[in-house]
């Protein structure tokens, strides 16, 4: 008897200890001190996930935080060359236009005449032997086929 008793005063001791303990201050699940509420606007994509990345993303301003002040950028007196580098290995005929395959930052790339590889640099003409590239100056480069030639 004097067993049950015990038993019995434990269990009370027991559920006592864990209904004080549970009316502590709870700790909530979801900290919302940490979540950023916005507008609910959501921001332009900044740029195509289907197309491979051509150069670096800009900086984008996070919600929330204070704006940083950049540095004064300056113009180049000359104007940029050139830079684009790429390899035209091989070259596609279908509806009568012909598509070119270009190796590009270790990528193989289809375009078009008219379509853009990089920002600034526009294909003008695709044959079988040649790419021909437009730059952002309108300097025009050619790309001959790279490759074993039948």
Same mark, same amino acid.
């Given at each position: 008897?004097?067993?049950?008793? $015990?038993?019995?005063?434990? +269990?009370?001791l027991?559920?006592?200890?864990?209904?004080?303990?549970?009316?502590?201050?709870?700790?909530? +699940?979801?900290?919302?001190?940490? +979540?950023?509420?916005?507008?609910?606007?959501?921001?332009?994509?900044? /740029?195509?996930?289907?197309?491979?990345?051509?150069?670096?993303l800009?900086?984008? /301003?996070?919600?929330?935080? !204070?704006?940083?002040? *950049?540095?004064?950028?300056?113009? !180049?007196? $000359?104007?940029?060359?050139?830079?684009?580098?790429? *390899?035209?290995?091989? *070259?596609?005929?279908?509806?009568?236009?012909?598509?070119? +395959?270009?190796?590009?930052?270790?990528?193989?790339? *289809?375009?078009?005449?008219?379509?853009?590889?990089?920002?600034?640099?526009k294909?003008?003409?695709?044959? $079988?032997?040649?790419?021909?590239?437009?730059?952002?100056?309108?300097?025009?480069?050619?790309? !001959?086929?790279?490759?074993? /030639? !039948?």
């Open positions: 008897m004097a067993f049950k008793k $015990a038993a019995i005063a434990g +269990l009370a027991g559920w006592a200890v864990s209904v004080f303990m549970a009316q502590e201050a709870r700790k909530p +699940l979801v900290r919302r001190d940490l +979540l950023v509420f916005g507008s609910g606007e959501i921001a332009a994509p900044v /740029r195509d996930i289907f197309r491979p990345r051509a150069t670096a800009p900086a984008v /301003r996070r919600a929330g935080g !204070p704006a940083v002040k *950049s540095a004064a950028v300056t113009q !180049p007196d $000359a104007p940029p060359s050139f830079t684009l580098n790429l *390899s035209y290995i091989g *070259s596609i005929k279908s509806g009568g236009q012909i598509i070119a +395959l270009v190796l590009r930052n270790g990528q193989t790339v *289809s375009v078009g005449e008219g379509d853009e590889i990089a920002p600034g640099y294909v003008v003409g695709v044959t $079988a032997e040649a790419i021909v590239v437009q730059g952002p100056n309108s300097e025009r480069r050619t790309f !001959p086929l790279k490759g074993d /030639r !039948p």
